[in-house]
């Protein structure tokens, strides 16, 4: 078959060439002058390409957002350019598959073509090029899909030229799959769940789990290095490292380890978050509060929910306390396996968990508060349950704990955080409308109404320091009288 030159897409990812070389492509020129026949080129119609991946096309450089069905070269780019140059419209070509593959899908299998022609003929791969390819290709596979022996055959080269070239690249791949494998099962997520989540069969889950040593940590330690190189060392974060150094420690010694003092009383005031544990998040809350949640109402081996889990410090501190965690949020990250995605819908409740939990620890976004942030992080068919008025928001949490009360044990507790929300940052004490607040009262009303007794009432407070002091000033100028107040009332079936 023939194909137009100008047809053609030049993709170089796909094709292995760190450089063209000009002076193979004037050899060309040349022989083309005289008459020479070349044998065909190798093409691929490819369709999903992504076409803000730099291309060329007819000679031409071009970004886009869109995909597109295009018609990659294989093998024969220095003829392409030679006929290119020379005028020539049309140039001889073979299909590789007959018929247009999913480029996505087969961009590994399209690169190792290319490669494969060009170690039978024409200017050979450097050394450098097979390195980048086999490079790019264990990159893109972490499930380990192209063994080195594969790798090795295609590229021309020996086994253990290819095992120096990828070693980090798979052992860092390794590391972050164990760490996940670690992080899930710790947290008490059944080995079928974990292989799903990391592509994996079963049984090496359970090999991952048992095969994990990490007896050298405290010689790392003891060697004068922190948590944060003991972390980076064996690629994992910094959480289940730490989990991993208290593992079978009482609950009042990993207190003693973190640095946090025990508090005995009902109030319990952190100044900030332990930046350890938990991401940044809109609405984070310290995990030392967590930790204390955990302290009085939980022992090890406990099941804690986490229905708006946000930055995921409910889970980090389960892993340090040895508690089991199952956590959802509608907003999903990359970094936090444990967190699924979950949508709780007011208008069709359903419950995700899948054992009873132990302890149900809400933390919902307070009323109206952080609307703004978490906009960002939600859309129209799954807003924030900040979004709501305040009917819907006292509704939604009717609805919630009426089904969390059906769905859990006699000894299951709940631990609803919230504030009292009033429209106090415009407004001066005495012109407060109070039909448009909701406090502490409301939400204990809400968790009575619908079979839940408090049982304890901890105030929690923010830092005041949050606010400038020109802030400040204004508020007194105005006399708004703020809130800092937090409270964490513990709750049981009734
Ligand atoms: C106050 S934040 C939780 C913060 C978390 N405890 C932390 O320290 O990072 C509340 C979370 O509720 C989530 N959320 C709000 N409405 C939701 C809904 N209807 N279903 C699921 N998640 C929701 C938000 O995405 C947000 O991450």
New binding site residues.
């Given amino acids: 078959m023939e194909v137009h030159v100008s047809d053609l897409t030049w993709d170089q990812f796909i094709y292995p060439r760190g450089g063209k070389s000009e002076k193979t492509i004037s050899a060309y020129i040349e022989a083309l002058t005289i008459g020479a026949q070349f044998p065909p080129i190798k093409i691929q119609r490819v369709f999903n390409y992504p076409s803000s991946t730099p291309f060329r096309k007819g000679g031409k450089g071009g970004f886009s957002d869109e995909t597109i069905e295009v018609t990659i070269i294989l093998d024969g780019i220095h003829r392409w350019f030679a006929f290119k140059e020379s005028g020539i419209k049309k140039i001889p070509a073979v299909e590789w598959k007959d018929k247009p593959l999913d480029y996505e899908k087969n961009k590994t299998a399209l690169l190792l073509e290319g490669a494969e022609c060009n170690i039978s003929h024409g200017d050979r791969l450097s050394s450098g090029d097979k390195k980048r390819i086999a490079r790019d290709i264990t990159t893109s596979d972490p499930e380990c899909k192209w063994t080195e022996s594969a790798l090795a055959e295609k590229l021309g080269v020996i086994q253990q030229t290819v095992n120096t070239w990828i070693s980090d690249i798979r052992a860092r791949q390794k590391a972050s799959r164990n760490t996940v494998i670690l992080r899930l099962s710790r947290l008490g997520w059944p080995q079928e769940m974990i292989a799903k989540v990391v592509g994996l069969d079963r049984s090496v889950i359970s090999r991952n789990v048992q095969n994990t040593k990490i007896s050298d940590m405290h010689n790392l330690l003891s060697q004068g290095h922190d948590m944060d190189y003991v972390a980076r060392h064996y690629h994992m974060d910094l959480a289940l490292a730490w989990a991993l150094r208290l593992e079978g420690k009482t609950d009042q010694e990993k207190f003693k380890e973190l640095g946090w003092g025990l508090r005995t009383w009902d109030q319990w005031y952190f100044n900030e978050?332990d930046e350890r544990f938990?991401?940044d998040?809109?609405?984070?809350?310290?995990a030392q509060l967590?930790a204390h949640t955990l302290f009085f109402f939980t022992k090890p081996g406990d099941l804690v929910l986490?229905?708006?889990?946000?930055?995921?410090?409910?889970p980090d501190v389960c892993l340090l306390f040895e508690r089991k965690c199952q956590s959802?949020?509608?907003?999903l990250r990359d970094n936090r396996p444990e967190i699924q995605r979950?949508?709780?819908?007011?208008q069709n409740w359903t419950w995700p968990v899948t054992k009873k939990p132990d302890l149900i620890?809400f933390?919902?976004?307070?009323f109206s508060k952080?609307e703004r942030d978490?906009e960002k992080?939600?859309n129209a068919e799954?807003?924030?349950?900040?979004s709501y008025t305040k009917e819907e928001y006292e509704s939604?949490l009717e609805g919630f704990f009426l089904l969390a009360h059906r769905k859990s044990k006699a000894i299951t507790r709940m631990a609803l955080?919230n504030a009292d929300w009033r429209d106090f940052e415009s407004t001066p004490a005495s012109k407060e409308k109070p039909d448009k607040s909701i406090t502490i009262f409301d939400y204990h009303r809400v968790l009575s109404k619908t079979g839940w007794k408090v049982t304890h009432r901890i105030e929690c407070p923010l830092s005041s320091e949050r606010l400038s002091g020109n802030q400040v000033q204004k508020m007194q100028d105005k006399r708004i009288l703020g809130t800092v107040g937090r409270t964490l009332l513990i709750a049981k079936r009734s």
Avoid: E
């Fill in positions: 978050c938990g991401d998040w809109p609405g984070r809350i310290p967590v986490d229905p708006m889990a946000g930055g995921g410090v409910v959802f949020d509608l907003a979950y949508y709780w819908d007011p620890f933390d919902p976004p307070y952080k978490y992080k939600t799954s807003p924030s349950i900040s939604f955080l």
